[in-house]
């Protein structure tokens, strides 16, 4: 039995909250099962030097998670950015620029900070979820200034876990879960249908390419219950 009593093809009770006291332009909190993630989206009137004269916008991100965010303390993160937070605010980036038009964006950058508050798996997944929802309540703001002819936001973007657990196939992962997943696969999909990015690996044995499609067609149903809640939460797009 899973944890919440949920069927294999159910994800974990998700909740986004987009009414939060923060100076930030988007802000989105996200409670996914027992994890919670903080996102927030920065926008500055300003671009990476390789964007520059360009015209072009840019989106990035960055990650970390609070020293009690997991069962044990983990050191504070200050100047150092360990590989495995690296890797992952590389990922939400990645995604969230899948859903951007930067010509119109302009050249300016959002900043997505993703913090996670408590930790029980998916925090990845959390964070681009929250973190598409921040974007979009950021990118309004500057449509509702006049800084952007339209928005820059062309599609939605979500995101979830799929893996194989004890030789069953399981949708959005917890901890339990994915810490004993002989693979685990992460899937980011636009708001119709296409696919963004798949990352995941077979720790555990193999993975056999039937086995790989089934764990894509449980991603994109996961998908499917994941979008309405970040569009609800985001209400009548203009």
């Keep these: 039995m899973r944890a919440e009593g949920r069927a294999a093809d159910r994800v974990r009770p998700l909740r986004l909250e987009t009414e939060l006291q923060s100076w930030a332009e988007g802000a989105a909190l996200v409670r996914w099962g027992q994890t919670t993630v903080l996102c927030t989206a920065t926008v500055e009137e300003r671009v990476p030097p390789h964007r520059r004269g360009s015209h072009l916008g840019w989106v990035t991100a960055e990650y970390g998670m609070l020293p009690r965010a997991t069962l044990e303390r983990n050191p504070r993160e200050r100047a150092r950015v360990d590989g495995r937070a690296q890797e992952i605010q590389r990922l939400v980036a ?13 050249e300016r950058t959002v900043i997505v900070d993703c913090d996670v508050i408590h930790a029980d798996g998916g925090t990845r997944t959390a964070s681009i979820n929250g973190g598409f929802v921040a974007l979009e309540l950021a ?3 500057l449509l509702e200034a006049g800084m952007v002819a339209r928005s820059p936001v062309q599609r939605g973007i979500s995101a979830v876990s799929v893996g194989l657990v004890d030789g069953e196939l399981l949708l959005d992962l917890d901890y ?6 002989d693979t685990d696969l992460n899937l980011v999909m636009s708001s119709g249908g296409e696919i963004i990015e798949i990352q995941g690996t077979a720790e555990g044995r193999p993975l056999a390419q039937e086995q790989l499609g089934q764990l894509l067609e449980l991603g994109r149903l996961g998908i499917e219950q994941i979008w309405p809640i970040q569009s609800e939460a985001l209400g009548a797009r203009p």
Excluded: F, Q, T
Aim: hydrophobic share 35%; aromatic share 0%; net charge positive.
């Design 176 to 181: 339990a879960e994915d810490s004993r997943a």
């Design 94 to 106: 990645r995604s969230l620029r899948g859903g951007v038009d930067m010509a119109l964006l302009g």
């Design 139 to 141: 990118c309004r703001r």
